[in-house]
């Protein structure tokens, strides 16, 4: 049956062009751009392969597993641990509120781990079933391109078998980077911080971004000692420079130390744990210290420069705004093209690559207004431009609509943690440029922010809107008053509260 297919122009494919090939597609990699795509691709009656390393919690050039690093070595092993380590915190809160706890809290990590352990399979096992269901033909190996149209899966035991497809598709991920110092093999990666035999009482984290901070969260949640060291004056480099500063207060108060202009130059085992050597010559002693330093595409086993593929020189793939790379039946999508590297714009991605090369729709992804969150204690979410951003593209004048509260909880707990929330907002047009909490709930409450913001909402909108009352939430429709007011291209205040 012929397929009407946008990838070489409006086209129609006779079923006997089509015969020539393996699959319509073949995608190499299953995590949640790869599975997406296929899937998708499959509904709109393409005859779909792909491809995946065989699964292990921890990662390596020849281990991963269908669902990617977000189902079993991220996002959500991640979260898991974050909700555990957010009990430590709440059972201290519950005090205030009537509830006698012993003083002696035990808590097992084996179980949270098994717990967590327990969930990422039967995640692997529900991504398997829905490709599966799709019609989508599953093989475990490692893929790589031999051509324009071929590709080759070796199988754990070295057997290779070729395939021929219409459409290749990387979708292969990114792996976790090292920095290359002296001891580096003594140090793990977040792969590993979500599998470890024990608890670290001493845990040095290196790094400022997210993985950085959430893990420094985990880990001073369940009642390790932690150290946090980044190059930068403030962790989370790239968002609204106030939001920075709040998380950086905030993981303080919670009992973090924090090591800010400061690299680790040398590590070294000793009979009482890892000796951390600082660039300002001071030293420390952990149990664990880890590497949350970024991560680079996982590209460089795929053959890509033999078929002639443009990389970048972090060895991403070069694509266009449509995924598609330089050699016109391969695409890409995902955290392998670097472009912004979140699992849902993963999905768009897979799904735009679907609609436009097997659902006769012409689709590229959107990346204005995508919302995101640090998963720190307490989180961190923002959407659309940090004041930093709106004032560097903005014509005319920048407002700054910003509240900080004592959280209604808090003032029973008796928990001294502040929540802020943002606004920028367009002075000529009053259309809201961008939004950002931090406290308790911000990713829950952001994503419905976005949703306004997707839709162009104004100040006037915003403040026309009834709030849910008594919430945190409601704070984002009743601010009234101006904190600054910062012409283009004018330095902003921050304000430190």
């Known amino acids: 049956m012929a397929r009407k297919m946008l990838a070489d122009g409006d086209l129609s494919q006779t079923s006997q062009e089509e015969s020539q090939y393996d699959f319509d597609l073949f995608v190499i990699g299953a995590g949640s751009g790869g599975v997406r795509a296929a899937r998708f691709s499959a509904n709109y009656g393409a005859k779909v392969g792909i491809c995946e390393l065989p699964f292990h919690p921890i990662s390596s050039e020849v281990i991963g597993g269908v669902g990617g690093t977000c189902v079993i ?24 509120y009537g509830w006698e706890v012993n003083e002696k809290l035990n808590f097992n990590w084996k179980k949270l781990l098994q717990k967590k352990t327990n969930e990422i399979n039967r995640l692997n096992g529900i991504y398997k079933r829905l490709l599966s269901n799709a019609g989508v033909k ?10 324009p149209n071929s590709v080759e899966v070796t199988q754990l035991d070295g057997t290779k078998y070729s395939y021929s497809a219409k459409h290749i598709l990387i979708a292969t991920g990114s792996r976790a980077h090292r920095l290359p110092i002296p001891g580096q093999e003594l140090a793990i990666t977040s792969d590993e911080a979500l599998s470890l035999d024990d608890l670290p009482k001493r845990a040095v984290v290196l790094g400022g971004g997210y993985i950085a901070v959430e893990f420094a969260s985990i880990w001073k949640g369940l009642g390790a000692t932690v150290d946090l060291f980044y190059r930068k004056d403030l962790p989370l480099r790239g968002f ?24 680790l130059t040398e590590l070294t085992k000793t009979d009482s744990g ?97 919302p995101c969150a640090v998963f720190s204690i307490p989180p961190l979410s923002v959407v659309g431009l940090s004041e930093e951003q709106a004032i560097e593209q903005a014509n005319g004048d920048v407002l700054i609509f910003t509240s900080t509260f004592n959280p ?16 920028v907002v367009d002075a000529e047009t009053d259309k809201v440029l961008g939004a950002s909490m931090c406290g308790p709930d911000a990713p829950e409450i952001m994503q419905g922010i976005a949703v306004a913001l997707k839709c162009g909402a104004t100040k006037a909108q ?21 904190s600054r007011r910062v012409t283009a291209g004018g330095k902003p205040k921050t304000n430190p509260e």
Request: aromatic share 6%; charged share 25%.
């Open 73 to 96: 070595r991220g996002c959500v092993p991640k979260k898991i641990l974050v909700y555990g380590a957010t009990f430590g915190g709440e059972i201290e809160d519950a005090r205030n």
């Open 462 to 482: 915003f403040d026309s809107t009834v709030g849910i009352h008594p919430s945190a939430a409601e704070e984002f429709v009743t601010m009234r008053s101006v």
């Open 408 to 423: 209604m909880k808090n003032t029973i707990s008796g928990r001294q943690e502040k929540t802020i929330m943002k606004l």
């Open 240 to 263: 609204d420079d106030e939001m920075r500063a709040v998380v950086a207060r905030n993981l303080e108060e919670r009992g973090i130390n924090l090591h800010p202009q400061t690299n």
């Open 138 to 147: 599953s093989l475990e190996g490692e893929g790589k391109i031999v051509g």
């Open 274 to 370: 890892i000796k951390v050597v600082t660039d300002h010559g001071d030293e420390l002693i952990a149990d664990v210290v880890l590497f949350a330093t970024g991560r680079l595409p996982n590209s460089k086993r795929l053959n890509l420069e033999a078929v002639g593929v443009e990389l970048d020189r972090t060895g991403a793939v070069k694509v266009d705004e449509y995924s598609r790379t330089n050699i016109p039946s391969i695409w890409a999508v995902g955290d392998v093209t670097n472009r912004m590297n979140l699992t849902p714009v993963a999905l768009m991605e897979g799904t735009c690559f679907a609609k436009t090369v097997f659902g006769g729709e012409s689709s590229k992804p959107d990346y204005s207004n995508i």
